[in-house]
Structures are given as structure tokens and as C-alpha cells.
């Protein structure tokens, strides 16, 4: 058969076009293995915090400034902001060594309502994409103010979904599973977390931290609604543990800043020994006043 010109171009062309497919798919390859090296050998793990509605990435700059002075650590503090757009900001810099920085990340749709955390959710999902493709973290811990809270249980529940990188631990603060409704009325968001409640990762040690200046309420949100979170997460995730803290600073704005949710941050969020040894739930009551601090604790192994 004679090979025309036309036929042998095609030829030459084809080659040229599987070589080039050949070395992409090998560079891919390449810097797929590289990046999964890199991440395996990460010693990096992040605390990613969300705050709640109305709030903006500087919402928790005064807790992460206390805690460097309780610490002496140094943690970096960066803050992402995602647009409605899509675009996504970073201001502040993570230092060179540092193995447990400080993210936040905020939302320019940051209003109530649960249609809006469902898409702050998925805004926080683009959001961690990035980071921990930028940052190639194998493990991160979480905490959430308010609605941040209900977007990380919303995340959780609906995007994450990691191979390779694990939440440890979760703190959620001052969080309305249930909105302003009482227990008795529940929500169609807390029916939803409820129902989705399989989806979360198992391996977690959750702290459900509720504020109260008169055992009903922290100002804003009800006790009660803080409380729900019980019926999402106990059961569902390795521990889970309800901690409610009272007295004069236990108002609802002022938890992040609260000497004792300081406390409770680096003993369960921050790296270190000291985690719970319990395979039930736990329920911790701290009451804050002024130097005098009282707790109780009583064993819930409710499933």
C-alpha cells in the first residue's frame, strides 16, 4: 500500500501528539508522587477556624494574640477570605517552622440562615482546597464560633472526603444546632444534620462548648440549641465531649476571648497529651467567677 503525504503527516502528527500526552501524563504522575511525599512527611497541622455570621477574618486576632502570650509559641495567623465571585484572598503570612499556625477563613455572603451556611460551606470547601494544596498538611483541627460551627458540621457532612488528610479535633463554640427553637421544635437544619450524621469522619475528638449567663442562654443563643449538638455528634465521632462555661464573661461575643475557652483550646485543641480517655461522651461544667473556677464532670454514655 503507498503511503501518501498527506497519510504520513498524519502519521508524524499522531506520534508527535501521543509523545506529548506520554510526557504530560509523566510529569502529572511526577508531581502527583511529589506532592503525596510531601504531604505524608508534613509535620504541619493547622488549627482552620470559621467565625460566625456578620463576623470577618479578623473576628478571633485578639484570641490567637492571647494564646501566643499563654504559649510563647508564635503561631502564624492567616486569613482567607472567599468572595461570592469565587475569588479568594490571603492576608498574613505563615513563619517559616511553624507547625501549628492559625487559619481563618471568612466569607463575603457571611449572613444567618441556614440556605446561607449551605453555601458558606461550600465557599469554605474552595477555600480548604486551596490551603491544602498550598500547604500540603496531612491532619488539621478545627474550630467554629457561632454559625461557623453549623458550617463545619454542614462541610463535614457534605464535602469532606480525604484520603489523605484527617481532621483530629473539632471545637465548636457557642454554635445554635437548633437556631432559637426549642429542642422540642426541630429545625429543618438540625433535621438535616441529624440525618447526615453517618457522613461524619469517625476518628474525631469533638468539644461542644456552650456559654451561659443564667444556665438558659449566653445572651444570643439558647442553651438549649447549643445542647443539640449532642443528637449530630455523640455517637457518631470517637469522642464527644459538652462543656459549658459560666459567669460573667460567658456572654456569647465575648467565648472566643474567654479566659477559660483559652484554656480549653490549648489542653484539647493545641498539641498535647492531654486527651480524653473515655470511648463514651462526657459532659464538663465550668463556672467562671472572676479567679474561682468550679467544675463538674459527669460521664453521658447516651448513644
Known amino acids: 500500500m503507498k503511503i501518501t503525504k498527506n497519510h504520513r503527516n498524519l502519521l508524524i502528527t499522531l506520534i508527535i501528539v501521543i509523545a506529548i500526552l506520554t510526557g504530560l501524563s509523566f510529569a502529572w504522575s511526577c508531581q502527583n508522587v511529589h506532592q503525596l511525599r510531601n504531604r505524608q512527611q508534613s509535620r504541619m497541622s493547622p488549627i482552620i477556624m470559621i467565625p460566625g455570621s456578620s463576623a470577618t477574618v479578623n473576628r478571633f486576632d485578639s484570641m490567637v494574640a492571647k494564646i501566643n502570650n499563654m504559649d510563647h509559641k508564635r503561631h502564624s495567623l492567616l486569613k482567607v477570605k472567599v468572595y461570592n465571585d469565587g475569588k479568594i484572598t490571603y492576608t498574613g503570612r505563615v513563619r517559616r517552622g511553624d507547625n501549628e499556625p492559625f487559619f481563618v477563613v471568612g466569607f463575603q455572603n457571611n449572613h444567618d440562615g441556614y440556605s446561607n451556611i449551605k453555601k458558606q460551606a461550600k465557599m469554605f470547601n474552595k477555600a480548604f482546597n ?35 488528610i484527617t481532621i483530629k479535633r473539632l471545637m465548636t463554640i457557642g454554635s445554635p444546632y437548633n437556631f432559637s427553637e426549642p429542642t422540642s421544635r426541630r429545625t429543618e437544619m438540625l433535621q438535616d444534620f441529624i440525618k447526615y450524621r453517618k457522613n461524619l469522619p469517625d476518628n474525631i475528638d469533638m468539644y461542644s462548648v456552650a456559654g451561659s449567663e443564667n444556665y438558659v442562654e449566653d445572651g444570643i443563643v439558647p442553651l438549649s440549641s447549643v445542647l443539640a449538638g449532642k443528637y449530630v455528634y455523640q455517637g457518631a465521632v470517637k469522642h464527644y465531649t459538652q462543656i459549658t462555661v459560666t459567669g460573667k464573661l460567658a ?15 490549648q489542653r484539647y485543641i493545641l498539641r498535647n497529651d492531654r486527651r480524653p480517655n473515655n470511648n463514651g461522651s ?4 465550668i463556672q467562671n467567677n472572676n479567679s474561682d473556677t468550679d467544675q463538674d464532670q459527669d460521664q453521658d454514655n447516651d448513644n
Open 130 to 164: 486551596q490551603l491544602k494544596n498550598r500547604y500540603d498538611f496531612n491532619n488539621f483541627k478545627g474550630i467554629g464560633h457561632s454559625n461557623g460551627g453549623l458550617i463545619y458540621t454542614y462541610f463535614l457532612e457534605h464535602y469532606f472526603d480525604e484520603d489523605q
Open 251 to 265: 456572654q456569647h461575643s465575648s467565648l472566643p476571648q474567654n479566659t477559660e475557652v483559652l484554656d480549653l483550646i
Open 282 to 285: 462526657q459532659r464538663r461544667s
